[in-house]
């Protein structure tokens, strides 16, 4: 099920750029955030299988527009970014997403995976399930504390920083009270993007799996 590019406003009247795919009839829905490349092929192609799965599935992007393959580049704009303006593009997404008796979850790898726990914790009453893969983690007791759906972690286990920051993200969700599943892979930062040398197709594919059963209980 193809989708469509769309723009959005924010309640302060900034206009930003989607994708959207799926029925808006639909009584689940993805938000789907970018890594720091912006919005890529496979971002497109992950709103399309989850629309093909049944959900109603939006790609938010972050960047107005702006896309790269340097990470230089890209580091630079993750860097830059106005986290204020982009609070109010994730805000105006998760509304559109809003409708009666509609479950909503978030997703995101890397610099997404970020923005996917920053979604749950701007809109908590609305976002019923969490996915964050190989990010920064959040481990801020107190911000936790706001989540009202559990959290679906996963990680890649040739990052330095592992199993560390898996650690600490599971003992601040225990201290939060609120709900964690973990899973890690023998990959590296990246795993899940097909056009990275980094990409593991046997890792992409277990994670997707796991993502979709996670789904399929929370939503």
Same mark, same amino acid.
């Given at each position: 099920?193809?989708?469509?590019?769309?723009?959005?406003?924010?309640?302060?009247?900034?206009?930003?750029?989607?994708?959207?795919?799926?029925?808006?009839?639909?009584?689940?829905?993805?938000?789907?955030?970018?890594?720091?490349?912006?919005?890529?092929?496979?971002?497109?192609?992950?709103?399309?299988?989850?629309?093909?799965?049944? =959900?109603?599935?939006?790609?938010?992007?972050? =960047?107005?527009?702006?896309?790269?393959?340097?990470?230089?580049?890209?580091?630079?704009?993750?860097?830059?970014?106005?986290?204020?303006?982009?609070?109010?593009?994730?805000?105006?997404?998760?509304?559109?997403?809003?409708?009666?008796?509609?479950?909503?979850?978030?997703?995101?790898?890397?610099?997404?995976?970020?923005?996917?726990?920053?979604?749950?914790?701007?809109?908590?009453?609305?976002?019923?399930?969490?996915?964050?893969? =190989?990010?920064?983690?959040?481990?801020?007791?107190?911000?936790?504390?706001?989540?009202?759906?559990?959290?679906?972690?996963?990680?890649?286990?040739?990052?330095?920083?592992?199993?560390?920051?898996?650690?600490?993200?599971?003992?601040?969700?225990?201290?939060?009270?609120?709900?964690?599943?973990?899973?890690?892979?023998?990959?590296?930062?990246?795993?899940?993007?097909?056009?990275?040398?980094? =990409?593991?197709?046997?890792?992409?594919?277990?994670?997707?799996?796991?993502?979709?059963?996670?789904?399929?209980?929370?939503?």
């Amino acid at each position: 099920m193809a989708g469509k590019e769309k723009r959005l406003r924010t309640a302060h009247g900034d206009e930003f750029s989607v994708y959207l795919a799926g029925s808006e009839l639909s009584r689940r829905a993805i938000l789907i955030l970018h890594e720091w490349w912006g919005i890529k092929p496979h971002n497109r192609d992950w709103a399309d299988r989850f629309a093909d799965l049944g =959900y109603l599935a939006l790609v938010v992007d972050l =960047y107005d527009g702006r896309v790269t393959d340097d990470p230089e580049e890209a580091g630079r704009w993750m860097r830059e970014l106005d986290q204020t303006l982009a609070d109010s593009k994730l805000r105006a997404a998760i509304e559109y997403l809003r409708l009666p008796g509609r479950r909503i979850a978030t997703y995101g790898c890397s610099f997404g995976g970020k923005e996917s726990m920053i979604t749950s914790l701007l809109e908590p009453d609305a976002v019923s399930a969490t996915v964050v893969a =190989y990010c920064r983690m959040e481990t801020q007791v107190e911000k936790l504390r706001r989540l009202k759906g559990p959290v679906l972690a996963i990680y890649a286990e040739q990052e330095r920083n592992w199993p560390d920051k898996q650690q600490d993200f599971e003992a601040a969700m225990e201290q939060a009270g609120k709900i964690t599943e973990s899973v890690s892979y023998d990959a590296a930062h990246g795993f899940t993007n097909p056009a990275s040398p980094r =990409y593991d197709a046997a890792a992409d594919q277990a994670a997707w799996d796991v993502t979709l059963d996670f789904f399929n209980r929370n939503l």
